[in-house]
């Protein structure tokens, strides 16, 4: 990125060479305007973030304790907040990621209105979201440069050089409010040719990472939801092939792809795999499907067998015609599914379960690393659990193993608030405060995200408002209870307008029309209140 003083030096060269009609154009003006605007397409994006991704992934295989998050965003406003906090806290973004979850797009941006995360709602609002988020960052970027350069320029007019200096060095190295994005494609929302267009125009908005699951696409559920069926690898693979050539065709060649499989809660497929010879892919597939020995003479109508060593087989078919797997076998799919998807071209492993129990992600990632040694995850951090009550009755276990006295507690009521001061919900407070980094070290997760948590709080923080503006508080309960926290917090919307970009506006008044600028950030702006 060019040094403040390289670009206007730049902008001043290009003016000098034209006719005289641009001399009314300022250098210093265009320099601020190119650096608020630092990435031109969704493309700049993706290219820029793939190779933050790609070093964060080469610095969590030499320290697991590098590991990366990201929450799930519905919207560019809630992704630009979530990122200024990050910056105000931290003072970088370093390995904190957005996530675009497939839920809450279905749920919150769909024409249709809110509908489940069964692939229903229009694919083209994946990418738009993807666009929306980009741009909101951006702004949030173009915002932040503004104000430094009220700074310098107030700076220059009091005469003070080690401030202006100082300002300029904040410039030179700002840090970007754009991030690295993990985009869920869902299932591919049909056959390989449409997850392959999809995936050009998520690429296009700004996505290096894209998601994909090894579901039906036209069947597809939530990962917490019953009724999951899944597709044979060979189908799969053919879709990671798809976004693999999206990738490669935009030129963005270090694009990250994650495979999810659902297998873990999926006993369903709605297809037989092919096979050609013993033990191909195809086979260990249909390995798992449920099956009862037959004579020839034994078949019905329309009956489906499968050659097996010159046994005649059948699998069991539900009246839906899907068909259905063994029992017991979820994870040792799962863990073919992850070694098959990592040889052939993903990059990243989802696994989706039915808790967050480190020892049982663990001991599948130790069975995918005998084959891949460098395999690691992508982890949901799912709202779907509940946290609480999974991590107290994990610690009541450990303690029954460990012979300790647990007669104080009913395991199946460990959720009541009579138990928040116990010994016991204290450790299970501090293993779900640990969970990050734990999993991070013994199971293989190198990003973990919460897909839907700005769901969860938007709904939250509008009911405690609700409840208070519309009851006694009247309007104590928004200033109490948001403006004032606004205030002491340093939250930065609390300036809305400028939060809205009037402050940018009124920069560009200037530079476009000079001392006859009318601006809207003058004495009589309210937003003055806040200081």
């Not at 210093?28 to 608020?36: T, W």
């Not at 056959?191 to 579901?215: D, F, R, V």
């Amino acid at each position: 990125m060019s040094t403040y003083t390289q670009e206007i030096d730049n902008a001043a060269s290009l003016i000098s060479s034209q006719n005289e009609g641009w001399n009314a154009i300022s250098a210093e003006s265009v320099a601020r305007m190119r650096l608020q605007n630092r990435f031109k397409t969704g493309l700049d994006i993706a290219k820029y973030t793939a190779k933050i991704m790609r070093q964060d992934m080469d610095n969590y295989d030499a320290d697991p304790a590098k590991y990366t998050q990201s929450l799930g965003c519905w919207h560019g406003f809630i992704g630009q907040q979530k990122m200024i906090s990050i910056k105000k806290h931290f003072e970088n973004t370093d390995r904190r990621y957005l996530y675009l979850s497939g839920w809450m797009v279905a749920a919150l941006r769909s024409e249709f209105g809110p509908l489940p995360d069964q692939s229903m709602h229009e694919k083209t609002s994946v990418a738009a979201l993807i666009e929306e988020l980009y741009t909101f960052l951006r702004q949030a970027d173009a915002r932040e440069l503004g104000g430094y350069y009220r700074e310098l320029d107030a700076a220059r007019e009091a005469g003070d050089e080690a401030k202006a200096k100082e300002v300029q060095s904040k410039i030179d190295n700002h840090v970007t409010h754009v991030v690295p994005i993990i985009a869920d494609i869902d299932a591919g929302f049909g056959n390989a040719e449409a997850t392959y267009l999809l995936a050009k125009k998520m690429i296009e908005a700004g996505a290096c990472c894209i998601q994909i699951e090894n579901q039906v696409s036209d069947e597809k559920q939530c990962g917490h939801q019953d009724g999951k069926v899944t597709v044979p690898h060979e189908d799969f693979l053919a879709k990671i092939r798809a976004v693999r050539y999206a990738f490669l065709e935009l030129g963005v060649d270090d694009g990250v792809i994650v495979a999810r499989t659902d297998s873990l809660g999926a006993g369903l497929t709605k297809q037989i795999a092919v096979t050609k010879e013993p033990g191909d892919l195809g086979d260990q597939y249909n390995s798992f499907l449920d099956c009862e020995e037959v004579a020839a003479s034994d078949l019905a109508n329309g009956d489906v067998v499968i050659n097996r060593g010159g046994k005649l087989l059948r699998p069991k078919r539900l009246a839906s015609n899907l068909f259905q797997f063994r029992q017991g076998t979820g994870e040792e799919r799962c863990v073919l599914d992850s070694i098959t998807s990592l040889q052939n071209g993903a990059d990243l492993l989802w696994i989706e379960t039915e808790k967050p129990h480190i020892g049982q992600i663990g001991g599948m990632v130790n069975e995918i690393r005998k084959v891949i040694p460098n395999a690691k995850l992508v982890y949901n951090n799912s709202p779907s659990f509940n946290w609480t009550l999974n991590f107290r009755q994990q610690v009541f276990d450990s303690w029954v193993e460990e012979g300790k006295d647990v007669s104080a507690y009913d395991r199946n009521n460990l959720m009541s608030a009579e138990y928040d001061a116990t010994e016991l919900s204290i450790e299970a407070d501090n293993r779900i405060r640990t969970f990050q980094a734990d999993a991070a070290r013994e199971a293989g997760i190198f990003h973990h995200l919460i897909t839907l948590p700005t769901y969860h709080t938007a709904a939250l923080s509008t009911d405690n408002l609700a409840k208070e503006y519309f009851g006694d508080e009247g309007m104590l309960g928004y200033v109490k209870g948001v403006q004032r926290k606004e205030i002491r917090q340093g939250i930065a919307c609390v300036k809305h307008q400028n939060m809205a970009g009037s402050d940018i506006g009124d920069d560009h008044k200037e530079y476009f029309a000079g001392e006859a600028a009318l601006k809207a950030a003058g004495k009589d702006n309210t937003m003055n209140q806040f200081g």
